[in-house]
């Protein structure tokens, strides 16, 4: 540890964007303090909804290669924070099948399955399947062009995540405070009501709350809350069925039984944490694909906040501001797929080591970039 420092790096916020940079952080020796003003996962990060999914094989791009990294090194990470912790993140690389509804949709499915084999490098195949493979887990009418199946898309349980990868650093000598708010920011040092640390490095992962926190370095607006309502769903035996996406919703079977439904994405709401009519509309879509869900429980309804920063790509690394300071939020919709690369890549900046980062996903990018 420096000289003057009470821990190398303070992380702001026990969501998985914090808990994953503080994992490699710690991974590669340094001391580490997660500060958190509620409790691990309160924010976007305690969910129920958990897919790890790619975009699609065409166009390719540093930000889809990134995606891919992360989304192949996945299981590993997931396979070592579960053993260091003892607890299960509900990892499962299920795969994923998605209804195709019309002549073009097949079309761009079959031209994206050759596409797949090279962008892919044949790690995980995408290609079109008769929807009769699936009987009984997705009606025929909901895909009558056959479904794209790829078997990249994986599921986690967000919350079990959190706590797995939490217990692990906790294992590993990382410090975690619950119930300690950041109020204000120096150099090398943040303040709350339960007093100061001062760190190296500070690391903002505070989900939402980074954007009004940016707001006032860079005098415009930096990023929204995107609302999500989502669902737990009980009484349904499906084995090992892929997730499915259709309809702009996610169906996914979770390894205690339970299936998640989700979500809304809502960009004008009153209570970030309320369930509404809108979530029945998308429990119905669900129904609808997968009528297996007809006789099913809902056991457990969720809402929060994504973060999306204004061009919704992650923001990382360094900003103009106090010394020491680094962002690490934007999430969005794919945050829990890619959080632990993003952490690899925020560690290894920390440690003053030369990375490969899409320039899209650098928070300096999001800084400069004034649209
Ligand atoms: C309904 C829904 C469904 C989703 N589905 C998926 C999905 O299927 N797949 C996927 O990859 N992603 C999904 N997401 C998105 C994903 O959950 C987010 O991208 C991710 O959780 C963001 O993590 P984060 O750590 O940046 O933020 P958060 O989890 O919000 O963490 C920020 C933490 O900082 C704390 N904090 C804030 N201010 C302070 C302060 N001043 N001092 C101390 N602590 C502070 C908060 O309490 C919070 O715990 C979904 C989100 C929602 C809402």
New binding site residues.
């Given amino acids: 540890m420096a000289t003057g420092f009470d821990t190398d790096v303070v992380v702001?916020?026990?969501?998985?964007?914090?808990l994953s940079v503080a994992w490699s952080c710690v991974q590669r020796g340094m001391s580490v303090t997660i500060?958190?003003?509620?409790t691990i996962?309160?924010?976007?990060?305690g969910?129920v909804?958990?897919?790890?999914s790619p975009n699609v094989p065409e166009n390719w791009s540093p930000k889809k290669q990134f995606q891919l990294d992360a989304l192949l090194s996945a299981q590993a990470h997931w396979a070592e924070v579960d053993a260091t912790s003892g607890l299960p993140s509900g990892y499962g690389r299920l795969g994923r099948i998605i209804p195709i509804t019309n002549a073009r949709g097949l079309e761009h499915a079959q031209i994206r399955t050759e596409d797949a084999k090279s962008l892919w490098d044949g790690e995980a195949f995408w290609r079109v399947e008769d929807s009769a493979k699936f009987s009984g887990w997705i009606a025929p009418e909901s895909a009558p062009f056959g479904v794209i199946h790829e078997n990249l898309s994986a599921r986690i349980n967000?919350r079990l995540a959190c706590l797995s990868l939490a217990k692990a650093l906790q294992v590993k000598g990382c410090e975690i405070r619950e119930g300690?708010?950041?109020t204000a920011i120096n150099d090398n040092e943040i303040i709350g009501p339960s007093g100061k640390i001062r760190a190296s490095a500070i690391v903002m992962?505070?989900?939402?709350?980074c954007f009004p926190y940016l707001e006032t370095l860079w005098g415009r607006n930096a990023g929204m809350g995107v609302k999500?309502?989502?669902a737990i769903l009980g009484g349904v035996s499906v084995g090992t069925a892929p997730m499915i996406f259709g309809d702009h919703t996610?169906i996914i079977p979770h390894a205690n039984g339970d299936i998640a439904v989700?979500?809304t994405s809502e960009k004008t709401y009153d209570d970030p944490f309320s369930v509404d009519e809108k979530l029945d509309i998308v429990i119905e879509r669900a129904t609808t694909i997968c009528p297996a869900l007809r006789h099913a429980k809902i056991k457990h309804t969720w809402?929060?906040?994504?973060?999306r920063a204004r061009k919704p790509d992650p923001m990382l690394g360094p900003i103009k501001g106090p010394a020491g300071l680094y962002m690490a939020?934007g999430?969005?919709?794919?945050?829990?797929?890619i959080a632990h690369k993003c952490g690899e890549t925020l560690a290894t900046m920390i440690a003053g080591e030369t990375t490969f980062l899409p320039k899209q996903f650098h928070a300096s990018f999001a800084e400069a970039n004034k649209k």
């Fill in positions: 702001i916020g026990a969501g998985i964007f914090g500060v958190e003003k509620a996962g309160a924010g976007a990060s969910g909804v958990g897919a790890l967000p300690w708010e950041m992962a505070a989900g939402v709350a999500g309502q989502s996610y989700g979500s809402a929060n906040v994504r973060p939020t999430g969005f919709k794919i945050g829990f797929g």
